[in-house]
């Protein structure tokens, strides 16, 4: 079965240096006094900018911000890239995944001792060997794979996945405005089919405290599916937020600035 038939199948916030990419960047802003840097990584069809809202929330509290550039290539080279990033900056960190973004956060946390803390939204948090995919498929209610368009060939004989922009809003962004909504379809960035039937490796959340939030309308990871995953990575902290989508740092920054907040300062 190819990824669309898959998917269909299927706890308790900045100098501001938003959408920067780079590690130098990291490194010359630097944290806060007696605050750790929250580094935000998106996830599958969005972009750096999905976390605008949550890094203004996140800066009126004096934390820095660093809103990553995930590839969405392959989960051990976005894992990596990410793991460059975080590595480079000076003193501890809350690492932050959004959908996708939660399996490249899992993976690039592992043996990095400034991570303090690990905030899932709306976001996939695998065990070994387990792949998007099949965890978005477990529990009913997924309906991405009926959104997706058709897949964009690749010179190297990988798939780019795209969702459909003329059911973007009902799938992925139900509660955000529809003129962003239509925004944000129209510059979507593409994950390789690849990377979510790529096995997880070892999951930072096993030895790092992790927090989670999501939609109980999300289309894209059933609610059960988030839910089952937060319980079994045994998380400090579950919200779940009624009526919300898969992109709540969108439309519900506040709550997720907050439980960022919550991660960052807990002991």
């Known amino acids: 079965m190819n990824a669309k038939h898959l998917l269909a199948a299927g706890a308790t916030t900045v100098a501001l240096a938003v959408g920067t990419s780079t590690a130098q960047a990291a490194a010359d802003t630097g944290p806060a006094p007696g605050k750790p840097t929250v580094v935000l990584v998106h996830g599958a069809f969005a972009g750096s900018d ?34 460059s990033l975080t590595s480079s900056i000076a003193g501890p960190v809350v690492l932050v995944g959004h959908s996708y973004g939660g399996t490249v956060i899992a993976n690039a946390a592992g043996g990095q001792r400034n991570i303090l803390a690990l905030v899932f939204v709306g976001a996939f948090a695998p065990e070994k060997g387990e792949t998007v995919i099949e965890l978005a498929g477990r529990y009913p209610g997924g309906t991405l794979g009926e959104a997706l368009a058709p897949p964009v060939a690749l010179p190297d004989g990988g798939k780019d996945l795209y969702i459909d922009q003329a059911k973007f809003h009902a799938q992925f962004a139900a509660d955000v405005p529809a003129a962003s909504a239509k925004l944000m379809a129209a510059t979507q960035r593409p994950v390789a089919e690849a990377a979510l039937t790529e096995p997880s490796g070892d999951p930072a959340w096993k030895t790092i405290p992790s927090w989670f939030i999501y939609g109980m309308a999300d289309k894209n990871i059933p609610p059960a599916a988030m839910k089952f995953m937060a319980v079994r990575a045994g998380a400090r902290k579950i919200v779940e937020i009624p009526r919300a989508s898969h992109v709540p740092n969108v439309s519900h920054p506040a709550e997720i600035a907050k439980l960022i907040d919550e991660a960052a300062t807990a002991r």
């Open 50 to 83: 999905s976390w605008n809202a949550v890094a203004a929330a996140l800066a009126a509290k004096g934390y820095t911000v660093v809103a990553a550039a995930n590839p969405l290539r392959s989960v051990r080279g976005d894992a990596a890239y990410v793991q």
